[in-house]
Structures are given as C-alpha cells and as structure tokens.
C-alpha cells in the first residue's frame, strides 16, 4: 500500500467541506453565489455535500492505492475530471438555482 500526502491532505479537507455544506447548510462557506438570490439553499447544499464527498473521497483512494511512480498521470485524470465535474456543477445552480 502506498501513501502520498498530498491527495490525502486535500481529500481530508474535501470531506470536512462536504460536512459543513452538505450536512450543516454552511452554504455562507460557498464563494461566487449571492446567498439572498438562491432559490433553494437546501438543495445547492445537497448539491455542493455529494459533489466534495465524493470528489474527497476519490482523492483519499487515490492517495492510498496509486504508486508514486504513477501518481503524477493519475493525479492529471483525476483533477482534470474533478475540475469539469465543478464547472458542470457551478453552471447548473447558476441556470436553474439562481434567481
């Protein structure tokens, strides 16, 4: 079993995020949305909660199981992957979440 710190830093972090949003509808945490226009905080915390929690816990998994060796061609998939994920995220609540 292998152990890169860096994945698993920011996997850590992801989680604790996920839990302040998706959990305790800190959505004051969510930089770029103006809280008094958003329709359905709720659902843009369930949103943003599921979104980290897995893209922390790909991280976690990714830091654990991938070889140093390795780690910089998986860790270009896994962002690049993670940043399209975020962007598809952030145009869908500004379509249909805010007014």
């Known amino acids: 079993m292998y152990l890169n710190e860096g994945p698993l830093a920011i996997g850590i ?3 604790l995020f996920a839990y302040m949003v998706g959990i305790k509808k800190h959505t004051w945490l969510l930089s ?3 809280q008094r226009r958003v329709r ?3 659902r843009l915390s369930r949103l943003v909660g599921h979104l ?3 893209t922390g ?3 976690i998994v990714s830091g654990v199981l991938t070889p140093p060796p390795q780690l910089p ?3 270009g998939i896994i962002v690049t992957l993670i940043a399209i994920a975020h962007v598809g995220m952030i145009i869908y609540v500004q379509k249909n979440m805010v007014e």
Do not use: H, P, R
């Open 13 to 15: 972090i992801l989680l």
């Open 52 to 54: 980290d929690l897995s």
């Open 40 to 42: 359905d905080k709720e």
């Open 73 to 75: 061609a998986v860790m």
């Open 32 to 34: 770029g949305f103006n």
């Open 57 to 59: 816990l790909v991280l």
